[in-house]
């Protein structure tokens, strides 16, 4: 299994431009978390999902939109970038129900920067 | 707003020592976990405790918690070249049917060889 995966890397944008983040789990899970991570910090949840075509905002979701029409993927969208949202922006799944399936896998990150 | 507070920011020490990272939260919690970080990757799961539990061991882990006091601590025993990394606790609680977890800013983890 390739566990969670992310697309691309790294992106450079410009001010206005737009783009897709896409995240990949191949665990069959239900539940799908898009963070980002700013330097010297904890991550902050943007979204999540909580099964396929449910989305629900997170702690910092101004300036995204997001999309879960497979369960396996998890689609990022920035409309028009701003430079504030430079981080690392990282992806995790995991599985219903409690006890160690309350653990998050987490993909390798996708860094960005807006100019 | 991040509710764990991590203590201390960064940590220095020699191969071999022990190693111990504390986490403050500020309202109630379904459990609370640990995550590692090197540099550059994802965060991998170390541990979880519930919040009906008092002390949890992994390997060379082991993880306290004291929710009267809101609090964790993360001791990590006989280090190693390879423990060298950042350590974020994260608490969970639950959200429309989900899990969220909040996370610290983390501790970074310098082992000496």
């Known amino acids: 299994n390739a566990g969670v995966t992310q697309t691309p890397k790294f992106r450079v944008l410009k001010t206005g431009q737009s783009m897709t983040l896409l995240c990949a789990q191949d665990m069959n899970h239900e539940y799908m978390y898009w963070y980002r991570q700013d330097p010297g910090m904890g991550l902050r949840l943007i979204h999540y999902?909580?099964?396929?075509?449910?989305?629900a905002k997170g702690e910092v979701p101004d300036g995204y939109n997001v999309s879960r029409l497979k369960k396996q993927n998890f689609l990022l969208g920035l409309e028009s970038a701003a430079p504030s949202q430079t981080s690392v922006y990282f992806c995790?799944?995991?599985?219903?129900?409690?006890?160690?399936?309350?653990?998050?896998?987490f993909g390798p990150g996708t860094r960005l920067l807006v100019l | 707003s991040q509710q764990g507070e991590e203590d201390p920011q960064a940590l220095s020490i020699q191969e071999g020592e022990n190693a111990t990272m504390n986490c403050s939260y500020k309202?109630?919690?379904?459990?609370l976990q640990w995550y590692r970080q090197n540099s550059g990757r994802g965060l991998v799961h170390l541990i979880l405790i519930r919040s009906n539990e008092r002390e949890k061991h992994s390997g060379r882990l082991r993880v306290t918690l004291d929710t009267s006091k809101k609090s964790s601590s993360l001791l990590i025993t006989a280090s190693r070249a390879a423990d060298t990394a950042s350590y974020f606790c994260a608490t969970g609680s639950p959200i429309q049917g989900a899990q969220k977890l909040v996370f610290g800013q983390g501790t970074r983890l310098t082992i000496n060889p």
């Open positions: 995790a799944s995991r599985p219903t129900g409690g006890g160690a399936s309350e653990t998050q896998y």
């Open positions: 309202t109630s919690i379904n459990n």
């Open positions: 999902s909580v099964g396929e075509g449910t989305t």
